[in-house]
């Protein structure tokens, strides 16, 4: 008898014989590569900044700025640093970029939700808008809000009101805010506790339904309820404020509340409206792809019609819908990059002035590059978390 084979040993033979080695030398020597060509940039680069004279390096951010900014989240003068100037410029790029997103899903699947409805003047508005808002470029848009802005609406002397305690003018959005006081601070913590608390009935719920398969209660007035017992409460316990900040006409500018200015407005609205018509068509071909039967079977149990949409047409919608609504958020938080073209004190504007002070243009344009670079990774896992939640499980 012949004697048995050996076995094989154990481990992954390094031969250029084996195709998965040959993959691990090409991949070492791409990645070689890659870094010698950044190398070679990198070192070009700051020679020829030296050979003309050209100061480089990012100390230049502990410098005094020098200008100042016409709208902040954080206090700010001319004899702070650049750095803080920066800082300023990514939080109202980040301002504009989540709440264009807020408001951008909203609006964009109302409107593709509304191209499947019955009556024809909801399903012809809504082919119209999208057909309109997509073909006109972000950039016209932006300058046409613009103009309504700070042309066509009244002056803060005579604004456009709501109840004299909304105002819109030429000076922007004015509404009314809490009056700075311990009893709001109180009721704000337990609007933000609230939302723990209606998370946290949501997640229960859903548990129980798993566990028993009782029918679930509603899975968005019961979280409702929770966070606004607990917002009340903490209000009693705040000593139940009422006072409120509301604003008024000056003789120049709107006086008192929270004014939006028409630069920010104008962002927000023009990136909300452009990108909600691609949103729509997003949310269009999620719901499309659902197949007809899914619809005919919610029906043949007694579902409304509003039913059969939000609890068996849209959750299957949402593998398809998910990955190319993540590339409408891209490009929307990229798209405020135009804000400069009217003004807004974004990073790409402040950039630009530092960049005219110091002459630090390969500085500049690498903060602005990773702003944005980062901003984008960041609403990419986000979404990516989302997707892999949505995905249809399988065994």
């Known amino acids: 008898m012949l004697p048995a084979r050996p076995a094989p040993r154990a481990g992954r033979a390094w031969s250029l014989h084996s195709s998965a080695t040959r993959r691990v030398i090409y ?20 020679g020829n900044m030296r050979a003309r ?24 003068a001319s004899t702070d640093a650049y750095w803080r100037a920066f800082l300023i410029g990514i939080l109202n790029t ?41 073909t006109i470029p972000i950039l016209i848009q932006l300058l046409l809000w613009y103009i309504f802005m700070v042309e066509v609406l009244p002056d803060p002397q005579e604004p456009w009101s709501v109840g004299r305690m909304i105002f819109l003018s030429k000076g922007g959005f004015a509404f009314p ?35 028993t ?13 929770a966070w606004l017992a607990v917002s009340v409460v903490a209000w009693l316990a705040g000593g139940a404020p009422t006072q409120l900040d509301i604003p008024r006409p000056g003789s120049f500018v709107i006086e008192g509340g929270w004014t939006l200015s028409p630069e920010f407005v104008t962002v927000l609205l023009g990136l909300t409206f452009y990108t909600a018509a691609f949103v729509a068509e997003v949310v269009r071909a999620g719901i499309a792809s659902v197949s007809r039967g899914q619809v005919e079977a919610a029906e043949s149990i007694g579902l409304a019609r509003s039913l059969v949409m939000r609890l068996v047409v849209l959750p299957q919608a949402l593998r398809v819908i998910i990955p190319p609504l993540t590339n409408q958020y891209l490009n929307l938080t990229k798209n405020s990059s135009l804000a ?26 690498a903060l602005i590059m990773a702003v944005y670079l980062c901003t984008s990774l960041a609403t990419s896992a986000l979404m990516n978390v989302y997707n892999r939640r949505a995905a249809i499980q399988e065994r």
Not at 34 to 45: H, K, Q, S
Not at 53 to 76: K, V
Request: glycine content about 12%; some cysteine; aromatic content about 10%.
């Open 340 to 365: 400069v073209a009217i003004g807004y004190p974004d990073i790409v504007s402040i950039a630009n002035t530092a960049l005219n002070q110091t002459g630090r243009a390969v500085e500049c344009i």
């Open 177 to 211: 805010v809490a009056a700075a006081s311990t009893g709001w601070y109180v009721a704000g913590a337990g609007m933000v506790l609230g939302l723990g608390a209606a998370w946290a009935v949501r997640r229960l719920e859903l548990r129980r339904f798993a566990r």
């Open 213 to 225: 398969g009782a029918r679930l209660p509603s899975l968005f007035l019961l979280p409702l309820a």
């Open 53 to 76: 004279g050209i100061q480089s390096g990012f100390g230049f951010l502990l410098q005094t700025a020098g200008f100042d900014i016409s709208e902040t989240m954080l206090p700010f």
């Open 27 to 46: 991949q070492v020597l791409v990645l070689a590569a890659l870094a010698g060509l950044i190398t070679w940039m990198v070192t070009n680069t700051l």
């Open 94 to 134: 980040l301002r504009v970029a989540v709440l264009g997103i807020v408001l951008t899903t909203i609006l964009g699947v109302a409107l593709g939700v509304g191209r499947f409805s019955r009556n024809a003047i909801v399903r012809g508005f809504c082919y119209a808008y999208v057909e309109v808002f997509r």
